[in-house]
Antibody
Framework: EVQLVESGGGLVQPGGSLRLSCVASGFTLSSYSMNWVRQAPGKGLEWVSYISSSTNTIYYADSVKGRFTISRDNAKNSLYLQMNSLRAEDTAMYYC?????????????WGQGTVVTVSS | SYELTQPPSVSVSPGQTATITCAGHNLGNKYVCWYQQKPGQSPVLVIYQDNVRPSGIPERFSASNSGNTATLTISGTQAMDEADYYCQVWDSSAIIFGGGTKLTVL
C-alpha cells in the first residue's frame, strides 16, 4: 500500500524555521519526482516546490523562493522541506505529493498533510 | 505568470450533469489534470492528460480541453460527488492550480 506520511508541522513565530519531513512506503521513492503543495485555511491548493527523482531539477514557487529548500534522501525514502523566514501567509496544511513523470505529468498520490501555523 | 480561472461554485441536482470549467491562455496546448477534494480529506486525482481517468475513478467523470478552456463533466451526479474540484497544469518551471470550484449537489 502506497503511503506518504508528513511530519514536522507546528506553531512557529514569524521569522522562525521549520523542517517538514515526508516518509514514503509501499513504493520506491527514487523512481518518482516529488512535490510539496500547501493549502491555507479555507483556501485553494498552492504548489510550493518540485524535486526530480535524481535531485537534478528543483523548482520553487515565487512565494517561497529564497526561503524554502526542498531535498530528498532516497536511501531513507524521505522528502524534506526546510522552511526559513516564515511568514503568517505560510500558514497552511502542507502536503507531500508523488508525481508521475512521462508523456504527461500528474500528481497520483497525496499524503494526509501536516499543519504549519505561523503566529506570534 | 500563467493563471487558471475556475468558477467559485457550481450547483447541480442529483442525477443531472455537472460541468466545471477551467480557463487559461491557450490552455488547449497544455495537458490538464483535475483533482477532487472532499472536506477534511486530501485531494484525489480524477483526470489526467486532459481526459484520462485513473483506475478506480467512475466512468461518470469525463473531461476535455480545447482552445482556452478545459471542462470537467460529471454525468449522473451523485451526492458523493459534492466536493471542491481543481484543475492543474505545468507551465514552464511551475505547477499552476486553478482557484477551485465548489460543487454542490442539491
Amino acid at each position: 500500500e502506497v503511503q506518504l506520511v508528513e511530519s514536522g508541522g507546528g506553531l512557529v513565530q514569524p521569522g522562525g524555521s521549520l523542517r517538514l519531513s515526508c516518509v514514503a512506503s509501499g513504493f520506491t521513492l527514487s523512481s518518482y519526482s516529488m512535490n510539496w503543495v500547501r493549502q491555507a485555511p479555507g483556501k485553494g491548493l498552492e504548489w510550493v516546490s518540485y524535486i526530480s527523482s535524481s535531485t537534478n531539477t528543483i523548482y520553487y514557487a515565487d512565494s517561497v523562493k529564497g526561503r524554502f529548500t526542498i531535498s530528498r534522501d532516497n536511501a531513507k525514502n524521505s522528502l524534506y522541506l526546510q522552511m526559513n523566514s516564515l511568514r503568517a501567509e505560510d500558514t497552511a496544511m502542507y502536503y507531500c505529493v508523488r508525481e508521475v513523470v512521462g508523456a504527461t505529468d500528474y500528481f497520483d498520490f497525496w499524503g494526509q498533510g501536516t499543519v504549519v501555523t505561523v503566529s506570534s | 505568470s500563467y493563471e487558471l480561472t475556475q468558477p467559485p461554485s457550481v450547483s447541480v441536482s442529483p442525477g443531472q450533469t455537472a460541468t466545471i470549467t477551467c480557463a487559461g491562455h491557450n490552455l488547449g496546448n497544455k495537458y490538464v489534470c483535475w483533482y477532487q477534494q472532499k472536506p477534511g480529506q486530501s485531494p484525489v486525482l480524477v483526470i489526467y492528460q486532459d481526459n484520462v481517468r485513473p483506475s478506480g475513478i467512475p466512468e461518470r467523470f469525463s473531461a476535455s480541453n480545447s482552445g482556452n478552456t478545459a471542462t470537467l463533466t460529471i454525468s449522473g451526479t451523485q451526492a458523493m460527488d459534492e466536493a471542491d474540484y481543481y484543475c492543474q497544469v505545468w507551465d514552464s518551471s511551475a505547477i499552476i492550480f486553478g482557484g477551485g470550484t465548489k460543487l454542490t449537489v442539491l
